[in-house]
């Protein structure tokens, strides 16, 4: 009887973890979180970079659906009044405005004032959204949670946590501070190419008009066919329509800025004639570039890729002179003769 009770006693089961062990298992498991974090970021950046690849390629066939039936680019110049408020069919305006937002998406945040755009009159959106605008925009403001949401225009990783550029501490969101997502404020991530401005030729031509009396629809509408006359002689293939927000900040400032889905200075655009690639920009580009000049832009180039191009003398170079001046986050605009500086 005493030897079956000894036994018993040795036999008797752990039903708990010691301490050891659970901090054995605890470490296990933060060793494993540790490999297995990285490579599930890598997933996730992976998986949102094809769904902007995505979106671009049909910004691009809408470009191109665009160009065909309208013989336009979707750059372009739109009549305003001094304060910047629509001008009534057949009236004339005194002033001429252009976003880097404007190729399609939502409508843009009431609190924009000069770049504000209904996404009614964005000329991509009729391609994007087949039967979604049967009226032009009649001026009136519509508030931009009352639209449904143009989601071919965001990115994925934009995410509304106020993307800002390292480098220089410029939000994206400089036009409306209190809307962290890029897209909510604007309508798009993605911003429209605004070099083509900083072209000679297309410079004189905006001079040419602004000398010949009142503006009019007739006019400005003159003017942006001759614009895209002048843009459909440049390479298509290197010409970009729409980019990233982070690129436009490199370029702009000169510095290395990260894309949106990779560490290097590298961000997806779409081009001219439709197609979608990353616009690579290097630390040698950034050098032959030289130093920013503040109030002064000149058209950049890199491997692939323009903002514009006169294909009489090839790229522009810094000594070239440029009429437009001014003053924005990046430390340059047009602000000529009434037009405004471009947002």
Known sequence: ???????????????????????????????????????????????????????????????????????????????????????PAGGTGNALWWTAFSQGGKTTHPSISIGYMDDTDKPLNPYVYKGLFPTRWSGARTAAEERAARDVFRCPADKGDGLKHPGTGSAYNYLGTSVPSPYELYGTTYMCNRGWMYDGKVAALVSQTFASGPLTDAKVNSLNNAISRTVAKWNATETYVAVELPFIWSIFYHVPVEGLHTKRNSHNAVYLDGHVAPAEISARDIARWGARVPGRYTPKSGDGWSDARDPDTGYFSRDKFYPWSGSDPFGAGPSQRGTSPAQ
């Open 1 to 87: 009887m005493l030897l079956t009770t000894k036994l018993g006693r040795g036999c008797a089961r752990r039903t708990g973890f010691t301490l050891v062990e659970l901090l054995v298992v605890i470490g296990i498991i933060a060793l494993l979180i540790s490999i297995l974090l990285p490579a599930l970021n890598r997933a996730r950046q992976a998986a949102q970079n094809v769904a902007c690849l995505s979106n671009l390629r049909q910004i691009g066939q809408a470009t191109i659906a665009y160009r065909s039936e309208t013989g336009r680019i979707p750059f372009f110049w739109v009549l305003r009044t001094g304060t910047w408020g629509p001008v």
